[in-house]
């Protein structure tokens, strides 16, 4: 099987996939699951914060307890202080991270080189600030523990006895090698490739904001998982050749928005301007973006290539771009006709609705794009490049307005600004189809059967799609 599957014959888009099983009830929580992680968790409004609490959800679904294991020092990141999001927290019985002093919901290091990292970090700061530069370093979460605190992580976790063990990213992977004389599951948690992400990147003649790493050495970090599960179907497709005596299985996006919880009424307003004319508002265009390399360039492709070609078509257009890709916006970019970049934003429930026009405008293919989840739960009209569908494997491409170049994605903005009937139905559209096509039974059906996952490894197979199927419960129909 090659890594690459065609769309003609690719599972995932909706005429190829197969009808769902009966979603199965949650199970008693008999079962503990430890998932060890390495970063900071105070917030739940970016890609990777939301993937996460998607998968404790989906761990809570199954019938799982959950402990959530902090790697002792790398998960402060650059600041001794950190909090966890309240949504964390309700998802998991219990917090272990050693070496803090915990009060309140506030957990404080006692580790000195925590003290010199937050200090490397200030220092770099100001550097950026005299030079008026902001600096995209490797993501701590891209480069591997060293082995003092990935031993004293390894004790932690087995420690508590688990029946599964998820270590997030490929950069703990490690980690499970340390378990592998363990009697659990061993799961490795794939939000990106970074080996992927990282050769994206050098084609676009971009800075890595990941650690450089090849694919063998991606594959070697995931040696020891019974059990691989992926944000991105592409990269899906991409690994598990290289692996193909593990469990694989895409974890889809169905994210939890805090807007649809807390923002209720906002959005039931967005719902009834579909149909009432007098509600109507100017149709905007929204970019959504956290800081990283990948959403500069889609930023930059944005107010260089695409904007240009709006205004001219329609020159009382109007752009919003929110999130801490705003940090990065030169004064050019700020002055542009129609531009107004409004930085981080805590809810998004203000720009929901059919005249918004979301846009991810994505050049380098990565991970996958949830902005796109989000403009659609958020009931707008949303228009994306082919890179940033890339993760979704064609399952969403006719939900919304795709586009392979500037001109073309100029041109679907514009569409989109003059036909509100279209703005309506297409949102419409997808807002109603998207539930289905993430359901995530497959994921769900594979967390409940543990021992699935311990026979797997050691019954090998040369055929690859036998691997990127749901494990099939002795409880589950043929």
């Known amino acids: 099987m090659t890594a690459e599957i065609s769309k003609a ?54 019938g799982y307890r959950i402990r959530l294991v902090f790697a002792p020092e790398s998960s402060f990141g650059g600041s001794p202080v950190a909090m966890i999001a309240p949504q964390f927290k309700a998802l998991s019985e219990d917090v272990i991270w050693q070496r803090t002093l915990r009060i309140g919901r506030c957990y404080i290091s006692l580790s000195p080189s925590v003290y010199r990292t937050a200090l490397t970090r200030i220092a770099a700061e100001i550097s950026s600030l005299v030079s008026r530069q902001k600096n995209m370093g490797p993501s701590r979460s891209s480069r591997p523990l060293d ?29 499970l090698e ?44 995931c040696q020891a998982a019974d059990l691989l599960i992926y944000a991105s179907a592409s990269e899906l497709q991409r690994m598990a050749p290289l692996l193909p005596d593990r469990r694989h299985v895409w974890l889809r996006p169905k994210i939890n928005l805090p807007e649809q919880e807390l923002m209720q009424p906002e959005l039931e307003a967005a719902r009834a301007a579909v149909a009432d004319p007098s509600a109507i508002r100017s149709p905007r265009v929204f970019m959504l973006g956290v800081s990283h390399a990948g959403n500069l360039d889609a930023l930059r492709f944005l107010m260089d290539e695409i904007w240009p070609l709006v205004i001219k078509a329609r020159p009382q257009a109007q752009l919003v771009v929110a999130g801490t890709i705003c940090d ?43 902005k796109v989840v989000k403009y659609i739960q958020l009931g707008m009209p949303t228009v994306a490049s082919d890179q940033a569908l890339a993760g979704f494997s064609g399952l969403i491409d006719d939900l919304i307005e795709c586009a392979s170049d500037a001109q073309k994605f100029a041109d679907a903005i514009v569409r989109l600004i003059d036909d509100r009937e279209r703005r309506c139905t297409l949102a419409q559209r997808a807002a109603s189809e998207i539930q289905s096509r993430f359901d995530n039974a497959e994921v769900r059906n594979a967390l409940l059967d543990l021992e699935c996952h311990r026979n797997s490894t050691t019954a090998g197979s040369n055929n690859t799609a036998d691997h990127v199927k749901p494990c099939q419960s002795p409880h589950d129909p043929d």
């Open 9 to 62: 014959a690719n599972p995932f888009t909706p005429q190829n996939r197969p009808s769902p099983q009966a979603t199965k009830q949650a199970r008693p929580a008999n079962k503990l699951a430890v998932i060890a992680v390495r970063r900071r968790l105070d917030g739940i409004n970016t890609g990777a914060f939301e993937y996460l609490a998607l998968l404790l959800r989906e761990l809570v679904a199954a």
């Open 328 to 370: 990065h916006a030169d004064a050019n970019w700020r002055s542009a006709p129609g531009a107004n970049f409004v930085g981080h934003q805590e809810h998004l429930a203000e720009f929901c609705g059919p005249d918004t026009i979301g846009i991810a405008p994505a050049r380098v293919a990565s991970g996958i794009s949830v």
């Open 147 to 175: 082995d003092g605190e990935l031993s004293e992580l390894a004790v932690q976790v087995r420690q508590l006895a688990p029946d599964l063990v998820v270590a997030e990213y490929s950069s703990l992977g490690p980690l």
């Open 178 to 221: 340390k378990l592998s004389d363990g009697n659990f599951v061993r799961a490795a948690f794939l939000h990106d490739l970074f080996a992927l992400r990282a050769q994206a990147l050098r084609t676009a003649k971009l800075g890595l904001d990941v650690a450089s790493v090849t694919m063998k050495e991606e594959v070697a970090r």
